[in-house]
């Protein structure tokens, strides 16, 4: 049995990570959140300590290192401008971190990673969810097994829509979130590299605080992708039966069925990470880099548009 401690415990995602735990039979010593709001730890660790201070709780992780019982995990699932930070404190806390995406804001940050990953000979995995969805283990080997490399055509339209408190929240504000393409965007263009190989052209057509669009071109794709916090922009069809997200890839024309298999990706990512074969800071850095540029684009109005933005 692993040890865990966790940073960021209160928010969206934090029950994922401790089902994941729980279900690959590991334990949760140690959290971390300045919001108490923590009742849900109850249905997974309740014997867990919980910090709403981080320097109680690196005074706790450290008393815990030099007694000689140090954790062998931290997971990272605070406001996406911590990410850097928080892997730092777990790598020098003798532990290996497991972060929620995205990895970092900026793909410099991967470099000063890579180093205290040498200097200490500890890990850092990060949750690349859609790279175990089944939908898309199965696609990649089609496309990897095409006689000769294929330009395919592909529609990427993501729409989550979001309240009020969103743009309130630290999601909204973009020097912490990364931006609607980071926040919500990042584990699909990493599943578009993961799929059809090196990018090539990245071009931005729209971006505000709660839509972004865009075209990307890969070795074996030219991608048309929407973003959106907007729940006017979900299809009228979905919206009349109360549906909120809307989640679609078309390849060639064709629907790619994926809406499906989402609640146990994290439980499947630690197993992976667990048994030795998660994805690494390499492996992120091209999806890093994706959404830092989208970030710092000029809109232009060159290259393929998505059909929803004719529509706006």
């Keep these: ?29 140690a959290a971390l959140d300045p919001n108490d709001s923590v009742g849900i730890i109850d249905s997974y660790f309740p014997e867990a300590h919980f ?83 089944p939908s898309i283990i199965a696609l990649r080997k089609k496309i990897m097994a095409e006689a000769s490399p294929v330009r395919h055509e592909v529609e990427l339209t993501y729409i989550t829509s979001r309240g009020r408190w969103y743009l309130q929240s630290w999601k909204g504000a973009e020097e912490k979130s990364g931006g609607i393409a980071t926040n919500i965007g990042v584990h699909f263009f990493d599943m578009l590299h993961h799929l059809f190989g090196a990018l090539e052209q990245n071009v931005v057509h729209l971006k505000t605080q709660t839509s972004a669009a865009g075209y990307l071109e890969y070795e074996r794709a030219r991608v048309k992708w929407f973003l959106s916090l907007e729940l006017d922009h979900i299809p009228a069809r979905a919206r009349e039966v109360g549906q909120r997200t809307y989640r679609s890839i078309t390849i060639d024309g064709e629907e790619i069925e994926f809406s499906g298999g989402f609640t146990d990706l994290h439980t499947r990512s630690y197993e992976e990470i667990l048994a030795g074969r998660g994805f690494g800071l390499e492996e992120n850095r091209v999806a890093i880099k994706t959404v830092a540029d989208i970030r710092h684009a000029e809109i232009s109005t060159s290259c393929p548009r998505h059909p929803l933005l004719e529509a706006m």
């Design 1 to 29: 049995m692993k040890s865990f401690a966790m940073i960021g415990v209160a928010g969206y995602i934090a029950p994922r990570h401790m089902q994941a735990i729980r279900d690959t039979g590991n334990a949760l010593v």
């Design 51 to 133: 910090f709403k201070e981080f320097e109680r709780f690196d005074r706790h992780i450290d008393k815990m290192r030099r007694s000689g019982g140090p954790v062998d995990y931290v997971t990272i699932a605070s406001p996406n401008y911590l990410h850097d930070s928080h892997i730092r404190f777990a790598l020098r806390s003798g532990a290996s971190a497991i972060c929620e995406k995205p990895l970092v804001l900026n793909p410099h940050n991967i470099d000063g990673l890579l180093e205290i990953e040498a200097d200490t000979g500890n890990k850092v995995s990060t949750i690349l969810q859609l790279r175990v969805h």
